[in-house]
């Protein structure tokens, strides 16, 4: 690197700026000419040669005057007149109204201040912007065909959530029986919708067909317990008991990441402590879904694979965030309460407790609260939290799903649970 710094000292700045300008503008040019390959010569406002040249003439014009751009702007204003009287007789010859070409154009225009006022970063974020904008053309239209009425008010809410309502919220206590702020009470909201959302904008989008085993590791991103009731519910149809369980098991699997995240994000301490149980968790679980999917194998019935969560439709439904928040300020009292009255040991057993319910709550609550715990304490509680939400996810599975798929989620999640008990054991002692 210092060798290539050394060489380019030689060469004055304005002449690699201009070789930059020039290189983006081609680049766009043959893309451009790339992208229209199979239309008419004379249908074309230009192609390779003409974005270098509207690149190097936005340079010309740029370096005459850069502090005034008198320059630069009349010749914005004369390239954007050959764009309109372009645009208007593709309306009147060809009868097409797209006008992608021709932004791109006023934006190879622009590279030359870009180049000159900003990040070196930003310039080539914009050039990858701009060429994969336009090759995935085809891919955007699909994408937007899977979109329903209710597909921008689901993003204008979560918009809303994060960006509006967030910023507006005091970072005070509500009360002393209740130590956490609005502000920190609405972040917790905030950040499991967001990990929800992003779920299913990968299961709504990107693996629409998802298979069995991808449904186990979308919907445990969501919902590990709700991803293994219907599941679980799905096997008395398919009858794919290797798929089934070793996709239960990968819903969990994902739970341990998403707590993780949750973890990373309110508290940066606690996260890196559960990096080596979570690690140690993970590892099994993964040895556990290689293992029976790969050996076991009972007789099969339905081969189809294809599974759909339908709860899993909407990640901002306000019952599900009403229920969130009424479960995050209910431990959130009882955990004070525990904490004033048992000590940590009272906060051992509820952990426990909490497991049959939705362990996320309580969780963050954890993770930001004000109480005195020491951070063995959390970790444990984290731990036993998760081993109890094991424990319901293995009843669940045997209660709701078909017989064959009894014996690895017992096996599995019997292992799980001990892997905690443990892992909790020598974190306390």
């Not at 779920?199 to 991103?221: A, Q, R």
């Amino acid at each position: 690197m210092q060798h290539v710094s050394e060489i380019l000292d030689f060469f004055p700045p304005d002449s690699i700026k201009f070789l930059l300008v020039s290189l983006f503008a081609l680049l766009i040019g043959m893309e451009q000419h790339r992208h229209h390959i199979n239309e008419p010569d004379e249908s074309l406002f230009g192609t390779d040669r003409t974005f270098t040249l509207i690149g190097i003439l936005g340079y010309v014009l740029y370096i005459i005057n850069p502090y005034s751009l008198i320059a630069f702007l009349g010749g914005g204003i004369i390239i954007s007149a050959l764009l309109a009287i372009y645009y208007y007789q593709k309306i009147q010859v060809y009868k097409k109204f797209g006008m992608t070409t021709l932004v791109i154009a006023l934006i190879t225009y622009c590279l030359t201040p870009l180049i000159y006022k900003q990040s070196n970063w930003l310039v080539i974020l914009v050039l990858v912007t701009v060429l994969v904008i336009t090759e995935i053309k085809e891919k955007l239209f699909n994408i937007s065909k899977k979109f329903n009425d209710s597909e921008f008010i689901t993003l204008a809410k979560f918009l809303a959530v994060a960006g509006v309502i967030l910023p507006l919220l005091p970072d005070t206590p509500i009360s002393t029986e209740i130590n956490i702020s609005p502000y920190r009470f609405w972040l917790a909201i905030v950040a499991v919708s967001c990990i929800s959302y992003v779920s299913y904008l990968l299961k709504k989008f990107v693996f629409p067909n998802s298979g069995i085993l991808l449904t186990g590791i979308l919907g445990g991103l969501y919902s590990s317990t709700a991803t293994t009731i219907i599941l679980a519910r799905k096997s008395k149809e398919l009858n794919e008991s290797n798929k089934i369980a070793t996709a239960i098991v990968l819903a969990t699997t994902m739970m341990y990441l998403r707590i993780f995240l949750l973890a990373l994000f309110f508290n940066e301490t606690i996260a890196y402590k559960l990096v080596p149980s979570f690690l140690v968790f993970i590892g099994v679980s993964l040895l556990l879904v290689f293992y029976f999917y790969k050996f076991y194998h009972p007789k099969k019935h339905d081969t189809s694979g294809q599974i759909t969560i339908e709860s899993h439709s909407n990640p901002l439904e306000f019952k599900t965030a009403l229920v969130f928040a009424g479960l995050f300020i209910l431990f959130g009292l009882i955990t004070g309460m525990v904490n004033s009255n048992y000590g940590t040991a009272g906060v051992n057993v509820l952990s426990f407790v909490v497991g049959v319910t939705d362990i996320d709550p309580f969780i963050l609550n954890l993770f930001q609260s004000k109480w005195d715990f020491e951070n063995t304490v959390l970790i444990a509680a984290v731990l036993n939290a998760i081993t109890s939400n094991n424990l319901l996810k293995m009843i669940y599975g045997i209660s709701f799903g078909n017989k064959s798929i009894r014996i690895p989620l017992i096996i599995s999640f019997g292992i799980l649970i001990v892997l905690g008990l443990l892992l909790s054991f020598l974190v306390t002692f």
